[in-house]
């Protein structure tokens, strides 16, 4: 054996949802993997400040990577959020026309969900279109239980494990870490999200540049216990997308989220205009907001590829390294197709082993301390403090 015998076959670079499913799913297949994430804890990133929506697809550009990964990982994710217990409230989704285009776009809606093979329906009454399989689920849980699967299944997780440089050796990579540690692997993946380039960065490869699209959010309890039982969504039009209003797990509503493209990746804070600019638009979507003070705000930032999307493949600058980067809007949702792609079409064609995939291993999670949606907002805030 040389000196640079790897200590793990995979080492996979950033603890977000993309990260996580990828060690659940390797750990599931039989692949020796290690997770590195920079942050004290998993999931603090876009993971941990997003709708928490599982889309369907039914409005996804059909033959798209992105869009055959979402419809991949509708066929993995039920048994597994089933069998680690994660939260998931199947709301069903629907979207109101309220002018003559609308109901175009939901007629061209609904071919697309046909195309899909996504199940909607328009409602008699009004027009509306049905989206029954859309659900609301707990981000940070869901994250959290696919990176303790996957190490109950004997994968190994470094929080606080910087990742600063990438060499060649003659066995595969080996990570240095910015304590000073050194990891030899067979092959990366770059799961960093917004540093998914500078990861890119360390082996010489500069294909692709990734900015944060912020989106801010506002959450509001209704009155008298009142609770909303569905995910409104708007009309999408060629102008924008528009703003949707939730229910999370723990009774909130929330709307949001607004798209501001920035360049500092550092800015997790929400702007004093983003107030008004979603709220209008919600009220217009739910009239019970009105008149109702939110009671809290938070804000997440998109791994935007500059021109590009769904960056899967392996590094032109060095094929050991394999990005999955620029997952933009719908990581949440395709999380487990990415990787089930990744260990089944990349993997093999490194001479990785890769097994059928086993029954999920089940955990026992701890309680959370607080709602998942105040969890970022709380870090940074702890941070600056
Ligand atoms: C406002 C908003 C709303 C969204 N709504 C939805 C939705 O409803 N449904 C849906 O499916 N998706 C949604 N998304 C998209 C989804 O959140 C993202 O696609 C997904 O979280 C991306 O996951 P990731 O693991 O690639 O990135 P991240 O969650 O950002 O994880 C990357 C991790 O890498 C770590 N890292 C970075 N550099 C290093 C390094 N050098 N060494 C070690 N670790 C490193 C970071 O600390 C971070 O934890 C939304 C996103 C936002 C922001």
């Known amino acids: 054996m040389s ?7 995979i080492a996979i670079i950033g603890g977000g949802i993309v990260g996580s499913a990828l060690l659940y799913t390797l750990a599931h297949r039989g692949v020796d993997a290690i997770l590195f994430e920079a942050e004290p804890e998993l999931g603090l990133g876009a993971s941990g400040t997003n709708s928490g929506v599982l889309h369907t697809g039914f409005d996804s550009a059909p ?15 039920p048994a597994v959020l089933h069998a680690l217990d994660v939260p998931v409230i199947h709301t069903g ?22 195309a899909n093979g996504v199940e909607v329906a328009i409602r008699e009454s009004d027009g509306a279109l049905l989206v029954a399989g859309e659900s609301v689920s707990d981000p940070v849980a869901f994250t959290l239980a696919l990176a303790e699967s996957a190490q109950a299944a004997g994968a190994t997780v470094e929080v606080n494990a910087l990742v600063t440089g990438i060499t060649s050796n003659t066995d595969g990579l080996t990570l240095q870490l910015a304590d000073g540690r050194t990891f030899a692997v067979c092959a990366a993946i770059n799961a960093a999200g917004l540093y998914a380039d500078e990861i890119a960065r360390l082996v010489g490869d500069d294909s692709f540049e990734i900015y944060p ?3 801010e959010f506002f959450v509001f309890e209704l009155p ?19 703003v949707l209003v939730f229910p999370t797990l723990d009774g909130k509503v929330v709307a949001g989220p607004t798209a501001v493209d920035l360049e500092d990746k550092d800015d997790w804070g929400v702007r004093p205009e983003a107030q008004d600019e979603i709220l209008s638009k919600a009220f217009q979507q739910f009239p019970t907001l009105e008149g ?18 769904y960056i899967i493949e ?7 390294l394999i990005h999955v980067a620029a997952i933009r809007s ?10 089930d792609y990744v260990a089944a079409e990349l993997l093999p064609d490194l001479g990785i082993a890769v097994d059928p995939l086993r029954p999920t291993t089940k955990v026992s999670m701890a309680p959370s301390n607080g709602p998942w949606w105040q969890r970022t907002a709380r870090h940074h805030a702890a941070d600056n403090s």
């Open 3 to 9: 000196s640079h015998s790897p200590s793990h076959t």
């Open 330 to 339: 719908t990581g949440l949702t395709a999380s487990l197709g990415i990787a």
């Open 224 to 242: 008298d216990r009142q609770t909303l039982d569905r995910i409104i969504l708007p009309v999408p039009t060629k102008r924008t997308k528009g």
């Open 93 to 114: 989704a629907e979207l109101v026309p309220h002018t003559d285009e609308d109901n175009d776009t939901i007629r061209h809606l609904a071919a697309n969900a046909a």
């Open 63 to 77: 033959g798209e990577l992105e869009t055959d990964l979402i419809l991949r990982a509708a066929r993995i994710r």
């Open 314 to 320: 392996r590094s032109a600058a060095n094929d050991r």
């Open 292 to 309: 109702l003070t939110p009671i809290a705000s938070y804000a997440g930032l998109r791994p935007a590829g500059r021109g590009s999307n």
């Open 213 to 215: 699209r912020k989106g």
